[in-house]
């Protein structure tokens, strides 16, 4: 089993910047891709990011390439997420995931409980 833990939400103006950051306990072993869902209010929850084991492959969302940058510390089993650049449409609750595969179409297996960013216009 593997625990996911976030931090780093809040509120900030529109055009700033937030780095969440994501601890993954538990299970260390083996193949684990790492990302980023989110859920704004009144719409499903939609996919943002994810990397791989490695740190080799990465995929992102449309709505947020080139103002997100995904990436991970092995060693301290964490995966962060910089985002600039940031839009009120991008408000909502970040949830880190955690997946047994690397896939452009991600199923996580893995969910943390969620931290909340929002932006102001």
């Known amino acids: 089993q593997v625990q996911l833990v976030e931090s780093g939400g809040g509120l900030v103006q529109a055009g700033g910047s937030l780095r969440l950051s994501c601890a993954a306990s538990?299970?260390?072993?083996?193949?684990?891709?790492m990302g980023w869902f989110r859920q704004a209010p009144g719409k499903e929850r939609e996919f943002v990011a994810l990397?791989?084991?490695?740190?080799?492959?990465?995929t992102y969302a449309d709505s947020v390439k080139g103002r997100f940058t995904i990436s991970r510390d092995s060693a301290k089993n964490t995966v962060y997420l910089r985002m600039n650049s940031l839009k009120p449409e991008d408000t909502a609750v970040y949830y880190c995931?955690?997946?047994?595969?690397?896939?452009?179409?991600?199923?996580?297996?893995?969910w943390g409980q969620g931290t909340q960013v929002t932006v102001s216009s």
């Open positions: 538990g299970r260390t072993f083996g193949p684990l891709a």
């Open positions: 990397i791989s084991t490695s740190g080799g492959a990465i």
């Open positions: 995931v955690g997946a047994n595969y690397y896939t452009a179409n991600p199923k996580p297996d893995y």
